[in-house]
């Protein structure tokens, strides 16, 4: 079985820092694309960020300059480091990886909640 756990969600202020870590275990061959999605509520999950197995980027437009995405192959992780978060970064942050174990599937972590108070 695949697992991917994310952690270092959290509460913070306006302006302030969170980074997100999100690691993929079980029977694992290959990784391919991860990312990170986010969902407020009342809202459609959308793209934050996403990283090829070579370590191309992309980013939603309401995030690019505050917030970056990397991975580390050796330990199947990817990061999402977040800065000068606004109340409207509020969601609850979603893993997503591309992973090889018996065959190409998609995975989802569970989530974490990441609030911004003004």
């Known amino acids: 079985q695949v697992q991917l756990v994310e952690s270092g969600g959290g509460l913070v202020q306006a302006g302030g820092s969170l980074r997100l870590s999100c690691a993929a275990s079980g029977r694992i061959f290959s990784i391919n694309g991860m990312g990170w999605y986010r969902q407020a509520p009342g809202k459609q999950r959308e793209l934050v960020a996403v990283?090829?197995?070579?370590?191309?980027?992309n980013y939603a437009d309401s995030v690019k300059g505050r917030f970056t995405i990397s991975r580390d192959n050796d330990k199947n992780t990817v990061y999402l480091q977040m800065n000068s978060l606004k109340p409207e970064d509020t969601a609850v942050y979603y893993c997503?990886?591309?992973?090889?174990?018996?065959?190409?599937?998609?995975?989802w972590g569970q989530g974490t909640q990441v609030t911004v108070s003004s």
């Open positions: 990283i090829t197995s070579g370590g191309s980027t």
């Open positions: 997503n990886a591309e992973i090889y174990g018996r065959r190409w599937t998609d995975y």
